[in-house]
């Protein structure tokens, strides 16, 4: 089944801390940075999790001080596409209380599988937290383009006939997940046929997307076509299924 990065999330995690002024707190511990994941899924999502890391990191940094903000780009400014561990030696003298966090970003596929990557180190004298979150993927979502045909080029990976535009709609929401495609060809009056696609790529014109194909209709859930999408909006082809209705 084709897999995609769903979820994605920052935050910190707490390694060390004190909570009165008296005495030192010392840390010299080894420290790993960057994916923590099997290294195959890190090939797969690690681009997509960078680029999105990057975002709620700007968002965190909006919220807080200049000097915090900085904290913040610092401790995400690791790569993303390969893990290092290193001694790291922090002191917080005494005088104050002290806590040593770690930046992390986590995500889920669409198969629940998580990924986790980790960044740099913060010291503070004041308890710290961030938490932004996105999800990536409206898979409860059929996006469409009338007249048009996708990966003609391809085999298909399974068809199943319809009866009328509704039977077509409820066909296309039990058949298709994240990434995947279809395309109805109608063969007489209301009725047809739904050839399935799998793996349909981001882009149109990858997919080989054909306009002015009179009786096909081409049916897909994001990530798959995502240039096409407002294209689909803004036409007003597009069913949300569930209790959230468009």
Known sequence: MDDYLATI???VNLLLSKHEAEGE????QEVTEGYMHDVSLNT???AKASMETGELEALAAGKVSAEVA???TAGYAFNFNSTTTTKRSLKMP???PGYIYQFTSNGTTTSGVPLEWAGGLMMTTSPFEIRESKSLLKTDTIYWLNDTKIMTDRGDDGNVSFDGWDDLLQKAKDNLKPGMGAVADWHSGDRGTL???RGIPEMSRHADLVSGVGGCTTFWVDPALEDKIKVAADQGNIHRFGSDKM
Not at 25 to 28: R, V
């Open 94 to 96: 005494a005088g104050s």
């Open 25 to 28: 707190m010392s840390f010299d």
């Open 195 to 197: 050839y399935i696609k």
């Open 70 to 72: 900085a904290e913040i």
């Open 9 to 11: 999330s920052i935050s």
């Open 44 to 46: 797969k999502f690690s």
